[in-house]
């Protein structure tokens, strides 16, 4: 594809060196952009109407519009990169970081001007070790380089939990505190870091904003599918598909090109049963559902989100019940525990689904099922909590006759031959949780 | 001046004949009339079967009873001294039954069925301060006993704590 | 500060007007609404909106529910409540739902149970019956997580209160949540004991029966107690409680919560200590001492005699040695025994008054709101009046400026030095800031306060008097030492002269029991009548002992470090007479008219000290008397004679007495583990000179004594100074060495 953005000319040279990616014409825009006015890059960026790649899908200018000046709040003003990706199905971030890095800093570097930043915090998971060091050289380099121009750039790693990939949670956790959830209002941009106005970006999309300076933000607006869904994105496809990987794409291309075009289509000669579009928090979608252009608002007219571009391609090998039951038990363990509903909510729904599953359950349990992801729903102080009901709520719709199956039959109709049985996930290390004596590996 | 003087004979009429019919006295206490199997009378306090006093001292009976007659001191059940299944027992229990009402409440509010009311009424004492039952005195079998009515008769199903100890 | 502007909101159909910014909870309750709460707690902080029962629909927000906790009131709100809106009934009997869903069926053996919120917002807010059929999630249960304190962490709901009141109240940050998710425990740092002044705030605050006290266990359904409105007597401040009494016998201390005073938090000591009243050397009878056979039990009426014959030989030779926490009517009815009745007028006073700072009275709570705070002294304020840390802390949070002035402050001085600290206010550059503010506090925390008055001599110069948002205060050792000297010198305006040879010694409570300084006098004296409560302190000097009642079990007032009278309350049944009741029948022997009823004391008192105010006036809030205006700048009393400084080698000794101390603390099985550690606070300077470590045991010398203690370093405190508590420093003397 013609339209590579975000990784343009990371396949002709090593951009993780400083030289190379200035041969391209790294750091140009930077330079260009320090002569101007900050309002000039958020001017660009609403013009390309570049919204947030986390998952939240927030225009980035008008988000950058939020932060109050230096006169009006007269506090250090912050610029977080949120690189702790560890929405499941995602790995967009590790790619970028591995193999543009100085893209990310540029763009974190111009973001900073246009906010009036002297630091960036860049926050990355404490699990991605290649994609750290590889930060961290290219950072020495930059600083070498005297490319900093008085701005701090703090890589401060995580230490494994993925509610600090949560806005507020990654905010608390760069703080030293427990990385819980905050209420909101007041938001980020008017208190975020220290309490401070802070501006927190996804790292996909600071990565975007050199090269889209460089295209223009008009001409930028014309590549996708405006006017909602502008540009491209790192789609990561993974799952029972044959080339899965991160796919730069522009937005709008259709589900089915890029799992059976690009993707390879699904191996062994599967069937398609099911897709997430944008990372587990996503509802699913059924196999005669994937002719929808990947875009906000064709998916959003199907109930499901765009959300993190991670399509994730189940077949019919799969136990729907069985991933409902792996997708809770990811969100009970990294629930942060502040809020009730979310807490005991994702809780209760792993019994539900493990006594679904064990065939123990009785229908009006399964309606309970549907009624503890809709009391979860809207009343969680963050969106982890509405990211454990949605997807399983939408499992238990779409493939309610699966569920139905395993409550009739007294156990699961794969009868232990299905590819996600024998799954083991983390939190069963838990000794409070039942599981473990069931399951634990040899 | 009278009203209708006919009315009048009928009473009267209706007390003659009663001189000459037998009358319906019960000779109270060569003969006890039968309680119904409901009735509230002497408070019992009930064991499980394994021993341990059913009674855990939450005070439930107290605070539901109408007459405040129910005393209850808790204390903590220790590994050497362990009166009850759970944290707690009942150090003092004390019933006031010169005060108690019999309504049956505190049988209603106890969670763990430790207390019910039994059938027996026979409770007269000499000195006031007798009329204090203390927790031997309601964990143990009543002394005087009263004959209870055949539960087959009525439609009335007895608990399974009313019926063991 | 301009009048808040006012806002109209509109909650469940009713409208109400609020000043801008007020929280929405606070809101619907002027407007009569309930909203259920768990995790808010003003006193806390800002809202964190943590727990989600406060979930209510507000018009114009997204479609969904809103934490009403963590919103303010803006100008046309339109909220509603669980009653009006599906939506928010629906958020709030989830939450409930959620909440028991691994909480624990305990509540016929939980403490909590019928005061527990969450029993009570389940009633109006949540589901009738359970539909959760699995496992809940079990913890180890109940842990100690102090000797006071007992914690069930099944039962905890995760409100976060008390870590909350840990980390930004008293600021010891013990107690922490750790863990994640559904699996998250409250504990304290490798279960360490939870130590510190505080600790028990956090089991009123606890809205379940996770954090609970030890002390009354099991022994409190609130249907089987009363609470009795009282004030504590342990220390100088006077936080308002509530005595939970059950038959007589106090079964537990609560908060009562006045704004001004103490807001709502207790110090340990006053909330652990009161099982001092049923220690086993508690003297419920007269005792006289018999040769031989040291003391017997006599009978009230012999006592009376003995006490009669006592006062008569003494023939005018009295002198009276008043503990400060006898309350005012009983000082008042001894002074006037002694001084109209016998004609003596010697006292010795537990301390110092009069110093003059009536005329910057400011209630504690202004603490809070000032920007500028001096504290002077060499004792630290959490050992001599705890609830004044709090406010200091508070303050900090809200950005004021706190300057310390002592052997361990910003400002380090000399031991024994405060006084011309204070004098040095008056000029410099600290002075000059505290004479152009408008909110500014003195604090003097130690001894040499001379009853307050260098401090009202700095206040005046700096011009307080004319500014009411300005104020002094000074620390007293004792809980009522203001009130009985007034008293004593309300008593009697005549004087006399010392007697010389003391005839007898009345020795008042047992504090003055415990003073070596008394125990001094008493060995001039030719007979000792000492009225205290527990057998240790006077058992082998007095002659007669009457046994005394505590704080808990006297109607009476105290007047407490603000200069507010404050109503104590008879809450436990003493074992023995009340004072007031024999010195009356005494009085009456000596011809002199006294009643025992200490509502009448009090009136015949208050004409000539409290200007006649009378015990409904006090009320159960009582407020601070107005500022007495200043008539003559106050004098300075002279300086205490400053101690010697160290030679090379030794060093300054500097004695302080901790908080959990005394004879009340000693006889609190609970609140042992808070007592001091046999430990010596050394500067960096010194320790590293004597090459000692942080821990080490070292040998502390002064003529003739030493005793072995445990080294730790104040990296705050002078160098030259060694600072131990009182209960370790013994019989050393003011210059000590120190030796590995």
Same mark, same amino acid.
């Given at each position: 594809m013609s339209d590579v953005i975000v990784l343009a000319g990371a396949d002709e040279r090593d951009l993780t060196r400083l030289a190379e990616y200035r041969a391209i014409g790294g750091y140009d825009q930077l330079e260009r952009v320090r002569g101007l006015a900050s309002s000039a890059v958020i001017d660009e960026l609403n013009a390309a109407n570049l919204r947030g790649r986390g998952g939240a899908f927030f225009p980035s200018g008008r988000k950058m519009q939020f932060i109050p000046s230096k006169e009006q709040i007269t506090k250090p003003h912050y610029v977080c990169v949120n690189a702790d990706e560890s929405e499941p199905g995602t790995f967009k971030d590790r790619e970028i970081m591995n193999r543009v890095p100085h893209r990310l800093i540029e763009g974190s570097l111009i973001a900073a001007h246009a906010i009036d930043s002297q630091h960036v915090f860049i926050y990355i998971r404490g699990e991605y070790l290649d994609p750290f060091e590889t930060l961290r050289a290219a950072l020495d380099e930059v600083r070498?380089?005297?490319?900093?121009?008085?701005?701090?750039?703090?890589?401060?790693?995580?230490?494994?939990?993925?509610?600090?990939?949560?806005?507020?949670?990654?905010?608390?956790?760069?703080?030293?505190?427990?990385?819980?959830?905050?209420?909101?209002?007041?938001?980020?941009?008017?208190?975020?870091?220290?309490?401070?106005?802070?501006?927190?970006?996804?790292?996909?999309?600071?990565?975007?904003?050199?090269?889209?300076?460089?295209?223009?933000?008009?001409?930028?607006?014309?590549?996708?599918?405006?006017?909602?869904?502008?540009?491209?994105?790192?789609?990561?496809?993974?799952?029972?598909?044959?080339? @899965?990987?991160?796919?730069?794409?522009?937005? @709008?291309?259709?589900?089915?090109?890029?799992?059976?075009?690009?993707?390879? @289509?699904?191996?062994?000669?599967?069937?398609?049963?099911?897709?997430?579009?944008?990372?587990?928090?996503?509802?699913?979608?059924?196999?005669?559902?994937?002719?929808?252009?990947?875009?906000?608002?064709?998916?959003?007219?199907?109930?499901?989100?765009? @959300?993190?571009?991670?399509?994730?391609?189940?077949?019919?090998?799969?136990?729907?019940?069985?991933?409902?039951?792996?997708?809770?038990?990811?969100?009970?363990?990294?629930?942060?525990?502040?809020?009730?509903?979310?807490?005991?909510?994702?809780?209760?729904?792993?019994?539900?689904?493990?006594?679904?599953?064990?065939?123990?359950?009785?229908?009006?349990?399964?309606?309970?099922?549907?009624?503890?992801?809709?009391?979860?729903?809207?009343?969680?102080?963050?969106?982890?909590?509405?990211?454990?009901?949605?997807?399983?709520?939408?499992?238990?719709?779409?493939?309610?006759?699966?569920?139905?199956?395993?409550?009739?039959?007294?156990?699961?109709?794969?009868?232990?031959?299905?590819?996600?049985?024998?799954?083991?996930?983390?939190?069963?290390?838990?000794?409070?949780?039942?599981?473990?004596?069931?399951?634990?590996?040899? | 001046m009278s009203p209708q003087p006919v009315d009048t004979l009928k009473g009267f009429g209706v007390t003659f004949k009663q001189i000459f019919k037998k009358p319906l006295t019960m000779q109270y206490p060569e003969y006890k009339r039968p309680v119904y199997p409901r009735f509230r009378g002497r408070h019992r306090l009930w064991r499980h079967q394994n021993g341990l006093e059913k009674c855990v001292g939450c005070s439930l009976c107290a605070a539901a009873c109408p007459a405040d007659c129910i005393r209850v001191v808790a204390a903590e059940n220790t590994p050497e001294n362990r009166v009850s299944p759970g944290e707690r027992y009942a150090r003092i229990y004390e019933i006031n039954m010169s005060r108690c009402i019999f309504c049956g409440y505190c049988e209603l509010a106890c969670p763990f069925d430790a207390i019910t009311l039994g059938n027996d009424y026979e409770l007269a004492e000499y000195d006031r301060d007798d009329q204090i039952y203390t927790k031997d005195m309601l964990l143990a079998e009543p002394i005087k006993k009263v004959p209870v009515a055949d539960a087959e008769l009525y439609d009335t199903p007895i608990p399974y704590y009313r019926t063991y100890s | 500060?301009?009048?808040?502007?006012?806002?109209?909101?509109?909650?469940?159909?009713?409208?109400?007007?609020?000043?801008?910014?007020?929280?929405?909870?606070?809101?619907?309750?002027?407007?009569?609404?309930?909203?259920?709460?768990?995790?808010?707690?003003?006193?806390?902080?800002?809202?964190?909106?943590?727990?989600?029962?406060?979930?209510?629909?507000?018009?114009?927000?997204?479609?969904?529910?809103?934490?009403?906790?963590?919103?303010?009131?803006?100008?046309?709100?339109?909220?509603?409540?669980?009653?009006?809106?599906?939506?928010?009934?629906?958020?709030?009997?989830?939450?409930?739902?959620?909440?028991?869903?691994?909480?624990?069926?305990?509540?016929?053996?939980?403490?909590?149970?019928?005061?527990?919120?969450?029993?009570?917002?389940?009633?109006?807010?949540?589901?009738?019956?359970?539909?959760?059929?699995?496992?809940?999630?079990?913890?180890?249960?109940?842990?100690?997580?102090?000797?006071?304190?007992?914690?069930?962490?099944?039962?905890?709901?995760?409100?976060?209160?008390?870590?909350?009141?840990?980390?930004?109240?008293?600021?010891?940050?013990?107690?922490?949540?750790?863990?994640?998710?559904?699996?998250?425990?409250?504990?304290?740092?490798?279960?360490?004991?939870?130590?510190?002044?505080?600790?028990?705030n956090v089991t009123e605050l606890c809205p379940v029966g996770a954090l609970l006290p030890t002390q009354p266990r099991f022994e409190i359904r609130p249907w089987e107690f009363q609470a009795v409105p009282s004030v504590c007597g342990l220390c100088p401040v006077g936080c308002n409680v509530d005595v939970d009494q059950r038959e007589g016998k106090v079964k537990r201390i609560l908060s009562r919560n006045h704004p001004e005073v103490d807001e709502g938090w207790l110090c340990d000591k006053g909330r652990f200590g009161f099982s001092h009243l049923y220690a086993e050397d508690r003297i419920t009878e007269p005792l006289r001492r018999v040769r031989r056979r040291g003391l017997e039990e006599i009978s009230w009426e012999d006592a009376l005699e003995d006490a009669e014959r006592l006062l008569r030989e003494a023939d005018g030779r009295v002198a009276v040695a008043l503990s400060g926490s006898e309350t005012t009517e009983e000082a008042y009815a001894l002074a006037k025994l002694v001084r109209e009745g016998l004609g003596a007028h010697t006292a010795m006073l537990p301390e110092e008054v009069g110093g003059g700072l009536d005329a910057f009275r400011v209630p504690l709570s202004a603490i809070r709101d000032a920007e500028l705070i001096v504290v002077l002294g060499d004792d630290p304020v959490v050992e001599r009046a705890p609830i004044v840390d709090l406010w200091l802390r508070k303050a900090r949070r809200a950005g004021a400026e706190i300057v310390e002035i002592g052997p361990a402050g910003d400002v380090q001085t000399s031991p024994g030095t405060t006084a011309r600290a204070c004098r040095r206010l008056k000029t410099g550059e600290l002075g000059s800031r505290l004479r152009t503010s408008e909110r500014a506090i003195l604090i003097w925390s130690g001894s040499g306060a001379g009853g307050g008055s260098h401090l009202a001599a700095l206040a005046a110069d700096l011009g307080f008097a004319d500014k009411p948002g300005c104020g002094a205060f000074f620390l007293p050792e004792t809980a009522n030492g203001r009130g009985v000297a007034e008293a004593w010198a309300a008593a009697s305006d005549a004087e006399g002269p010392e007697p010389e040879p003391l005839g007898l010694l009345i020795v008042s409570g047992d504090e003055a029991a415990a003073n070596p300084n008394v125990r001094a006098l008493a060995e001039r004296a030719e007979r000792v009548l000492a009225i205290t409560m527990f057998h240790s302190l006077a058992a082998g000097w007095a002659d007669l002992v009457l046994p005394g009642t505590s704080y808990l079990e006297r109607d009476g007032t105290y007047v407490n470090l603000e200069g507010r009278v404050q109503r104590l309350r008879r809450a436990a049944i003493p074992p023995a007479p009340d004072e007031l009741a024999w010195i009356a029948q005494l009085a009456a022997r000596f011809e002199l008219e006294l009643s025992p009823y200490p509502s009448l004391v009090f009136a015949e008192l208050s004409e000539r000290i409290f200007g006649g105010v009378t015990y409904e006036d006090l009320g159960e809030e009582a407020r601070l008397p107005e500022r007495v205006p200043l008539a003559a700048p106050p004098t300075a009393s002279p300086d205490e004679p400053v101690p010697p400084k160290a030679t090379a080698g030794t060093l300054q000794l500097l004695r302080y007495r901790p908080l959990f101390s005394g004879a009340a603390v000693e006889r609190v099985p609970e609140l042992q583990f808070q007592r001091p550690a046999p430990e010596i606070e050394l500067s960096a300077k010194d320790a590293r000179r004597l090459g000692v470590k942080r821990g080490e045991p070292v040998n502390v010398r002064s003529n003739g004594t030493s005793v072995e203690l445990r080294a730790t370093i104040n990296k705050r405190l002078k160098g030259g100074v060694a600072r131990i508590a009182e209960d370790h420093a013994r019989n050393l003397h003011p210059t000590v060495e120190v030796s590995k």
């Open positions: 070498e380089a005297e490319l900093l121009d008085g701005v701090t750039i703090v890589l401060h790693r995580g230490a494994g939990a993925y509610i600090c990939g949560e806005e507020s949670g990654l905010l608390e956790s760069l703080e030293g505190k427990r990385g819980q959830a905050r209420s909101r209002p007041p938001f980020p941009a008017v208190s975020g870091l220290y309490a401070s106005p802070t501006l927190i970006n996804n790292v996909e999309t600071i990565a975007t904003i050199p090269k889209l300076l460089e295209l223009g933000g008009a001409d930028y607006a014309k590549i996708g599918a405006p006017p909602d869904s502008t540009g491209t994105r790192l789609f990561c496809v993974s799952g029972n598909v044959v080339k @899965g990987g991160n796919y730069e794409l522009p937005m @709008g291309i259709s589900m089915r090109e890029v799992i059976y075009d690009l993707a390879g @289509g699904l191996p062994d000669g599967r069937e398609l049963k099911a897709v997430i579009p944008g990372g587990s928090s996503m509802p699913i979608l059924t196999a005669d559902q994937i002719d929808v252009p990947l875009d906000h608002d064709a998916l959003r007219a199907l109930d499901t989100f765009l @959300g993190a571009a991670a399509v994730i391609v189940v077949d019919d090998r799969a136990c729907m019940v069985q991933l409902g039951l792996r997708v809770a038990q990811f969100y009970m363990h990294e629930s942060c525990g502040k809020c009730t509903p979310c807490r005991e909510g994702t809780r209760w729904m792993v019994q539900l689904l493990e006594a679904i599953e064990a065939g123990d359950a009785t229908h009006s349990q399964l309606d309970l099922l549907l009624d503890v992801c809709d009391r979860i729903l809207g009343k969680c102080l963050c969106p982890l909590g509405d990211a454990a009901a949605m997807p399983v709520a939408s499992y238990v719709v779409k493939f309610r006759d699966e569920f139905r199956a395993h409550i009739d039959q007294g156990g699961c109709p794969f009868g232990g031959e299905s590819s996600l049985a024998g799954l083991f996930a983390p939190v069963d290390q838990h000794a409070h949780h039942p599981v473990v004596e069931a399951a634990a590996p040899a | - | 500060m301009s009048a808040a502007e006012l806002v109209t909101v509109k909650i469940d159909e009713r409208s109400v007007q609020v000043p801008k910014g007020t929280g929405l909870v606070e809101t619907a309750a002027a407007a009569g609404v309930e909203i259920p709460v768990f995790c808010y707690e003003p006193r806390l902080g800002d809202a964190i909106g943590a727990c989600r029962m406060c979930l209510v629909e507000v018009e114009g927000m997204p479609p969904k529910p809103q934490a009403a906790c963590t919103l303010t009131a803006q100008d046309g709100m339109v909220v509603k409540t669980a009653r009006t809106s599906e939506m928010a009934r629906v958020g709030q009997n989830a939450t409930l739902e959620f909440i028991l869903v691994n909480h624990p069926l305990d509540c016929p053996v939980c403490d909590k149970g019928g005061e527990c919120p969450l029993q009570d917002l389940t009633f109006r807010y949540g589901p009738g019956t359970t539909r959760m059929t699995f496992e809940k999630r079990t913890f180890e249960k109940p842990i100690p997580i102090s000797p006071a304190i007992s914690l069930d962490r099944e039962r905890c709901i995760l409100c976060y209160r008390c870590t909350r009141f840990s980390e930004s109240v008293s600021e010891d940050n013990q107690l922490v949540a750790v863990n994640r998710g559904a699996q998250t425990m409250i504990a304290t740092f490798e279960d360490e004991p939870y130590t510190g002044a505080f600790t028990g």
